[in-house]
C-alpha cells in the first residue's frame, strides 16, 4: 500500500487522531506530488466526507486540500465542482470564521474555472437559505465575480432574484453585502444598473444611500453628467428622476459668459489619455523633485499592499499614469532612481487576481516602458520575471495581460539581467512558461 492509498484509507476511518494528523498534511502532500485522474476521483470522495465532519480542525484541513486540488489541477477538477459546491456552501455558514474563508476561498477558485453562470446556478438557491451566514457569503461570491469581471455583461437575472431583495434582509451583514454587489456592479455597468433598479419599489432611505454612492462612484471614475454610462438619481419609488425633478432652478449658479475671442479651455482630463478600464486619466504636472518623491512615496504607500482598496489602488496607479503624461520623466533626470522606490510594490500589484487591478497595472507598466525606453531598464527586468508568473494563470483575461504586457516591455526596453532567467525557464517543467520563454527570447534576440 503506497501512501496515498493510506491518506485515502485514513480519511476514510473513524479514528478521529489518526484522521487529523494524515489531514493535517495532506495539503503539504498534494503540493509535493502529482496525481492521476483517478487518484483524484478518490480523494475527493474522502474530502466530501470530511467536508461534513463535526470536527472544525478536519473540515478546514479538507477544505485547504480542495483548494490546492482546484489550483494545481483546475481541468481534472472541474467535473467535480458540482458534487462538492452544496457540502463547500454548507461550511459558508459554520460557526468557525476560519472554515468559513476557506470555504469562501475554495468557491472563488471554482468560480474562476467554471463558467461563473454555472456556478451562481448552483449557488443561486443559497441566496436564499435559512442561515444568514451562508446569504452573506453567497453574495460576497458574486461580489467576487464582479469585481474581477467574471460574470456575463448581463446580471438582471441574479440582481432581480436575489441581489435586490437581499437589500431588505433581517441581518445587517447581508443587507450591506447585498448594497456592495450593487455599488460593484454600477461601477461596472453604468446606467444600465440604473434602470434596473428603476423597476423596484426601492425604500426612500436605501434610494438616498444608493444615489449618495452612485454619485462617489461617477465622481471617482470621472464620468461627466450627461454621458450614456451616466444617469440621474434613482427615486424613492425606484424609478429615476426626471431631468425636471433633478434640477434645481433656484439653487443653480449663473455660468460665467465665455470670451469668444479666446479659445475654448481644454481640462486637462480631456486630453486623450486613458486608463486600461477606458476612463480619461488627468495629466499631472509637477513643481519640483522634491514633489516627484512625495507623489511617488505616496503612490508606493498605497500599492504596498493587496489588501488596500482596490478603487485606491487603480487610483493610484492612474495617478502615475497621469505623472507620465505630464512629462516628470523629462523634466527631472533623477525621475528613474526615485521610480525604483516603488518597483516592488508595483510588480506586487500584478499578481493579484483581480482582473481590473492587473489590466491597469500591466497598463502602467507598459506606460513606463513607452515612456523611459532604454532607460527603464531597472524596472524592466524586475517586471517581466514578476509578469512571467501570470501566464499560466488560468484566468484568461490575466494571463494574456501578462503576456502582452511583456511583450510590450521587450519592444521597447533593453532587458538584461532577465536572459539568463528566461532560458532557465525555457527547460522547465511547465510547458507554458517553457513556450512563452522562448517567444520571449526570440523577440529579444529579434530587437537587439
Not at 450614456?228 to 433633478?246: D, F, K, L, Q
Not at 512615496?297 to 489588501?307: P, R, V, Y
Amino acid at each position: 500500500m503506497n501512501d496515498f492509498d493510506k491518506i485515502c484509507e485514513t480519511l476514510g476511518s473513524s479514528d478521529l487522531k489518526q484522521k487529523l494528523h494524515v489531514a493535517s498534511q495532506l495539503s503539504t502532500f498534494l503540493n509535493e506530488n502529482t496525481l492521476e485522474d483517478d487518484d483524484i476521483g478518490l480523494l475527493v470522495d474522502r474530502l466530501i466526507t470530511c467536508l461534513g465532519d463535526n470536527n472544525f480542525k478536519i473540515t478546514l484541513e479538507a477544505l485547504s486540500a480542495t483548494l490546492v486540488l482546484i489550483n494545481k489541477y483546475p481541468n481534472a477538477m472541474v467535473p467535480h465542482i458540482t458534487t462538492l459546491l452544496p457540502v463547500i456552501v454548507d461550511r459558508l455558514g459554520d460557526m468557525k470564521a476560519p472554515v468559513r474563508d476557506e470555504a469562501f476561498n475554495v468557491i472563488k477558485a471554482s468560480i474562476e474555472i467554471l463558467t461563473p453562470t454555472h456556478t451562481f446556478e448552483k449557488l443561486g438557491p443559497y441566496f436564499k437559505d435559512k442561515n444568514p451566514r451562508v446569504r452573506e457569503y453567497v453574495l460576497k461570491c458574486l461580489h467576487y465575480a464582479l469585481e474581477n469581471d467574471l460574470m456575463p455583461n448581463s446580471v438582471e437575472h441574479i440582481f432581480n432574484s436575489s441581489v435586490i431583495k437581499l437589500t431588505e434582509d433581517a441581518q445587517a451583514n447581508v443587507r450591506d453585502a447585498a448594497i456592495q454587489c450593487i455599488e460593484t456592479a454600477y461601477r461596472l455597468h453604468g446606467h444600465s444598473i440604473r434602470i434596473l433598479l428603476s423597476s423596484h419599489n426601492i425604500r426612500p432611505s436605501l434610494a438616498n444611500v444608493l444615489t449618495e454612492k452612485f454619485s462617489e462612484i461617477d465622481n471617482q471614475l470621472g464620468r461627466i453628467p450627461g454621458e450614456r454610462n451616466n444617469a440621474p438619481p434613482v427615486t424613492s419609488a425606484g424609478r429615476v428622476r426626471s431631468a425636471s425633478e433633478s434640477a434645481s432652478p433656484k439653487h443653480e449658479k449663473p455660468t460665467k459668459t465665455s470670451n469668444p475671442s479666446l479659445p475654448p479651455k481644454v481640462p486637462k482630463a480631456s486630453l486623450g489619455f486613458k486608463g486600461a478600464d477606458g476612463n480619461k486619466i488627468s495629466v499631472v504636472k509637477l513643481g519640483s523633485e522634491r514633489e516627484l518623491s512625495k507623489e511617488i512615496d505616496e503612490i508606493g504607500e498605497t500599492l504596498k499592499s493587496l489588501d488596500t482598496d482596490w478603487s485606491l489602488r487603480i487610483k493610484a496607479l492612474q495617478r502615475l499614469q497621469g505623472i507620465l503624461h505630464g512629462g516628470a520623466h523629462q523634466e527631472f533626470p533623477n525621475f528613474v532612481n526615485i521610480l525604483v522606490r516603488i518597483r516592488e510594490p508595483l510588480g506586487h500589484q500584478a499578481t493579484d487576481l483581480r482582473s481590473a487591478i492587473t489590466k491597469e497595472t500591466c497598463h502602467t507598466i507598459t506606460l513606463i516602458c513607452e515612456k523611459l525606453g532604454d532607460s527603464a531598464e531597472p524596472l524592466a527586468d524586475y517586471f517581466v520575471e514578476m509578469l512571467l508568473r501570470l501566464t499560466i494563470v488560468t484566468i484568461q483575461v490575466i494571463a494574456e495581460s501578462g503576456n502582452k504586457c511583456i511583450q510590450d516591455i521587450l519592444r521597447n526596453t533593453r532587458v538584461n539581467r532577465v536572459i539568463p532567467k528566461l532560458m532557465e525557464q525555457a527547460t522547465g517543467k511547465n510547458g507554458i512558461i517553457r513556450s512563452r520563454s522562448m517567444e520571449y527570447l526570440l523577440m529579444i534576440l529579434k530587437v537587439s
